[in-house]
């Protein structure tokens, strides 16, 4: 079985902080790298971390709120300066495109390589990307715009005992953010070995967090438990609440394989 890792990017929510950058992430899995979310700064991030941008031919946006997707110009630009012949796929709310084509024909008009977008309906749960190995689901969230996560599948093809070839599903990542609770997903995650799940506020925030769309930590770690996943990773945290074990603390004693995100901290699949 092929070692997969995940590597965190920015754990941040809106307002940047001097400990974390907005949301955004590297899966890697098969040999394959997939960039999930890229708020302000991933560029940089990525450079500081040794981050190949060579092997990243897959960006998945969950929504287009500006901490999700802020960073996307300045990679693909950059990309073009660096002299990038291969296709780059954008996978997002259709939205994206119409916002990006007039900046990347501004800024990056002279580009080498294509940029491919790939448009997805966040409230539909599919399949919008395949390969021989790898799998990806959206999971339709409760934003206050239109949001998904990402579900991601090691597969494999198999001999069947007739002679018949199948697939088997080996390992898999749930990608959950922002999102206010919601157990519609339960039945999409249910099992995976690792999830992230946004935690933005503590209970004592509830009415904020219900107010935004947004999850507690709590509420993290009761879909973790229901859900019956292996590891919750939190994240997505607000900048007021500077303390982030507070979070862990209050995610603990609900689901105990509770771990926090922190930029450049990287977890195996």
């Known amino acids: 079985m092929t070692n997969g890792k995940l590597t965190i990017l920015g754990c941040g929510s809106a307002k940047p902080t001097k400990t974390t950058s907005p ?3 590297l899966v ?9 979310d890229c708020g302000e700064g991933t560029l940089l991030t990525m450079q500081k971390l040794g981050v190949h941008t060579g092997r990243l031919y897959n960006i998945f946006i969950s929504h287009l709120h500006g901490d999700h997707c802020f960073g996307l110009i300045g ?18 709310h259709p939205d994206l495109e119409k916002l990006l084509t007039p900046l990347l ?19 539909k749960h599919e399949v919008i990307y395949e390969d021989r190995t790898v ?20 597969t494999h093809r198999v001999k069947n005992e007739d002679g018949s070839f199948g697939y088997e599903t080996r390992k ?9 609770y919601s157990e519609k997903i339960i039945p999409i995650i249910e099992g995976v ?20 769309m947004h999850s507690t930590a709590a509420d993290a770690a009761t879909i973790a438990q229901k859900a019956n996943v292996g590891k919750l990773i939190i994240g997505h945290y607000s ?14 004693p609900i689901f105990n394989n509770t771990f926090l995100a922190e930029e450049n901290l990287v977890f195996d699949l």
């Open 23 to 25: 949301s955004s992430q």
């Open 135 to 154: 799998s990806v689901e959206t999971v339709p969230l409760k934003h206050s715009v239109p949001t998904c996560g990402f579900l991601f599948k090691e």
């Open 172 to 180: 898999r990542y749930a990608y959950c953010s922002d999102t206010q």
């Open 239 to 252: 900048a007021r609440v500077e303390d982030h074990n507070l979070f862990y603390e209050e995610a603990k």
């Open 105 to 123: 024909n501004y800024h990056a008009n002279d580009r080498q390589y294509e940029i491919v977008f790939h448009p997805i309906n966040p409230r």
């Open 28 to 36: 890697e899995l098969c040999d394959k790298s997939f960039l999930v």
């Open 193 to 212: 070995e690792t999830l992230y799940h946004e935690a933005t506020f503590l209970q004592s925030m509830t009415a904020r967090s219900k107010e935004v």
């Open 75 to 92: 990679l693909l630009t950059t990309l073009g300066m660096l002299k990038r012949t291969q296709p780059m796929h954008i996978y997002a």
